[in-house]
């Protein structure tokens, strides 16, 4: 066990990443998942209320608004982008099947409009009584474009100022009506006081919105938002407007550099630090002995065939083909992409520190290398060190498959955290800014 010297006040965040059937690209084929889960509410409401159990701040909903390039073989053997449900609507029906957890989707600054965010987060706080969160991202791909009347996706330089332009009009949204507006007095006729009412008139580079948002200002004042952005503009970005920042990084020294970074980024914008939670992925399968989870590791990569793999690879790495380079060859030098500048160079980074030639890279991809494997108590060390060792205030949970990692997180992980007196046994808020320890933003008036 890590040595517990230091101790930081407060305790970590756990969000649980819901992809279901699970993040692993053939996590549908293996025998305990349900196939069609990412279209049964059954399924993805059990989910939910696993993580509430198990007192999770909150379950996290990514969504991509087309489906990505690839050849159709490869896109009939997966399921996650092909068959799920769309996220805020889903968030709907989970918000009146759960009480307390928070309920975090994405929704995409490039393809939507301001209004129509701001209206529907703001009706999903109330909906769940304050447990809404919005995941704000740029989007990722050519194949989400061309639905939306583009050749090709934004660059990235218009995306994130689109996006911090975007963030700042939802919030205004927010903050149409004071928190006590609404009089609802019978007597006088008076619904609300027309002197809380605040018009917005934002007139900017990329919208033009007049607002105000016709419906009372959230129960969270704003429902939380997450980012995770890791370019320079996303860290720009995220330490200026995020409540909660995801993470990719799995090194625990950049992982540290990274989290020091944001919380710096963040007081320069004049933000409280500890009011940005860094939350880094974290995919976990375990099991009572590190055999057992072995095993279970390997029933699951079996899985996956070998032309998934190399597109999942090609995907990261901007969408170019590498089926036209011989795979025991040097990853190849390839333009800057357009989809995640940081997912790509990170795999470069990879391949050059290991020599890696395409084929060690698929076969990382296959053998899920970026899971932790290993009995309970490797995986709360792993937890423990990032947490104590100022590289996290939590982690983004990751299912390879759903639901057995998710019920072994809940009833192996959880419980060795909780006795190291690292993760709280109930809720003690109601709201997920309560969860998350952040405080509820004033309005305007």
């Given at each position: 066990?890590?040595?517990?010297?230091?101790?930081?006040?407060?305790?970590?965040?756990?969000?649980?990443?819901?992809?279901?059937?699970?993040?692993?690209?053939?996590?549908?084929?293996?025998?305990?998942?349900?196939?069609?889960?990412?279209?049964?509410?059954?399924?993805?409401?059990?989910?939910?209320?696993?993580?509430?159990?198990?007192?999770?701040?909150?379950?996290?909903?990514?969504?991509?608004?087309?489906?990505?390039?690839?050849?159709?073989?490869?896109?009939?053997?997966?399921?996650?982008?092909?068959?799920?449900?769309?996220?805020?609507?889903?968030?709907?029906?989970?918000?009146?099947?759960?009480?307390?957890?928070?309920?975090?989707?994405?929704?995409?600054?490039?393809?939507?409009?301001?209004?129509?965010?701001?209206?529907?987060?703001?009706?999903?706080?109330?909906?769940?009584?304050?447990?809404?969160?919005?995941n704000v991202v740029t989007s990722l791909n050519d194949g989400e474009a061309q639905n939306f009347g583009l050749d090709?996706?934004?660059?990235?330089?218009?995306?994130?100022?689109?996006?911090?332009?975007?963030?700042?009009?939802?919030?205004?949204?927010?903050?149409?009506?004071?928190?006590?507006?609404?009089?609802?007095?019978?007597?006088?006729?008076?619904?609300?006081?027309?002197?809380?009412?605040?018009?917005?008139?934002?007139?900017?580079?990329?919208?033009?919105?007049?607002?105000?948002?016709?419906?009372?200002?959230?129960?969270?004042?704003?429902?939380?938002?997450?980012?995770?952005?890791?370019?320079?503009?996303?860290?720009?970005?995220?330490?200026?407007?995020?409540?909660?920042?995801?993470?990719?990084?799995?090194?625990?020294?950049?992982?540290?550099?990274?989290?020091?970074?944001?919380?710096?980024?963040?007081?320069?914008?004049?933000?409280?630090?500890?009011?940005?939670?860094?939350?880094?992925?974290?995919?976990?399968?375990?099991?009572?002995?590190?055999?057992?989870?072995?095993?279970?590791?390997?029933?699951?990569?079996?899985?996956?065939?070998?032309?998934?793999?190399?597109?999942?690879?090609?995907?990261?790495?901007?969408?170019?083909?590498?089926?036209?380079?011989?795979?025991?060859?040097?990853?190849?030098?390839?333009?800057?992409?357009?989809?995640?500048?940081?997912?790509?160079?990170?795999?470069?980074?990879?391949?050059?520190?290991?020599?890696?030639?395409?084929?060690?890279?698929?076969?990382?991809?296959?053998?899920?290398?970026?899971?932790?494997?290993?009995?309970?108590?490797?995986?709360?060390?792993?937890?423990?060190?990032?947490?104590?060792?100022?590289?996290?205030?939590?982690?983004?949970?990751?299912?390879?498959?759903?639901?057995?990692?998710?019920?072994?997180?809940?009833?192996?992980?959880?419980?060795?955290?909780?006795?190291?007196?690292?993760?709280?046994?109930?809720?003690?808020?109601?709201?997920?800014?309560?969860?998350?320890?952040?405080?509820?933003?004033?309005?305007?008036?």
């Amino acid at each position: 066990m890590t040595p517990r010297t230091g101790r930081r006040t407060g305790q970590l965040h756990l969000n649980a990443f819901l992809k279901p059937p699970g993040e692993f690209l053939a996590a549908w084929r293996h025998p305990d998942t349900a196939a069609d889960a990412g279209v049964s509410i059954r399924e993805v409401l059990a989910f939910a209320r696993t993580a509430e159990r198990a007192a999770f701040d909150a379950v996290f909903l990514a969504d991509l608004v087309g489906v990505p390039f690839a050849s159709e073989d490869v896109l009939s053997r997966v399921s996650v982008v092909n068959d799920s449900f769309e996220p805020t609507t889903l968030l709907a029906a989970l918000a009146a099947g759960t009480s307390r957890i928070g309920l975090i989707a994405t929704a995409s600054t490039s393809y939507n409009e301001p209004y129509h965010v701001a209206r529907t987060f703001a009706s999903l706080d109330h909906i769940s009584g304050g447990r809404a969160g919005w995941n704000v991202v740029t989007s990722l791909n050519d194949g989400e474009a061309q639905n939306f009347g583009l050749d090709a996706h934004l660059d990235h330089a218009t995306r994130y100022d689109r996006a911090e332009e975007f963030h700042d009009v939802v919030k205004g949204l927010w903050d149409s009506f004071d928190d006590d507006a609404f009089r609802h007095d019978r007597v006088s006729g008076v619904y609300f006081d027309p002197g809380k009412l605040h018009a917005l008139n934002h007139e900017g580079k990329h919208f033009k919105v007049a607002g105000p948002l016709n419906i009372a200002r959230p129960p969270q004042g704003h429902p939380v938002i997450v980012q995770a952005g890791a370019s320079e503009a996303g860290k720009n970005l995220a330490a200026r407007i995020a409540d909660v920042i995801f993470s990719g990084i799995t090194d625990l020294d950049r992982a540290k550099e990274f989290y020091a970074e944001i919380k710096e980024r963040a007081a320069v914008h004049g933000r409280d630090p500890d009011h940005v939670k860094v939350l880094p992925a974290l995919s976990v399968i375990t099991a009572p002995t590190a055999a057992e989870a072995q095993r279970k590791l390997s029933r699951l990569t079996a899985l996956l065939p070998p032309q998934v793999a190399l597109a999942d690879l090609s995907y990261w790495l901007g969408g170019f083909d590498l089926s036209a380079y011989p795979l025991d060859g040097p990853l190849p030098e390839l333009p800057v992409s357009n989809q995640s500048r940081t997912a790509q160079q990170q795999i470069y980074e990879t391949a050059r520190r290991d020599n890696l030639t395409i084929r060690d890279l698929v076969r990382r991809v296959a053998n899920d290398d970026r899971t932790i494997t290993g009995p309970p108590d490797l995986i709360a060390d792993h937890i423990e060190e990032w947490f104590l060792g100022g590289a996290a205030d939590g982690f983004n949970v990751i299912f390879p498959y759903l639901p057995g990692t998710l019920d072994d997180f809940a009833e192996l992980v959880i419980p060795e955290l909780r006795t190291r007196g690292l993760f709280r046994t109930h809720y003690t808020g109601r709201t997920l800014r309560d969860h998350l320890g952040l405080p509820r933003p004033p309005g305007r008036g």
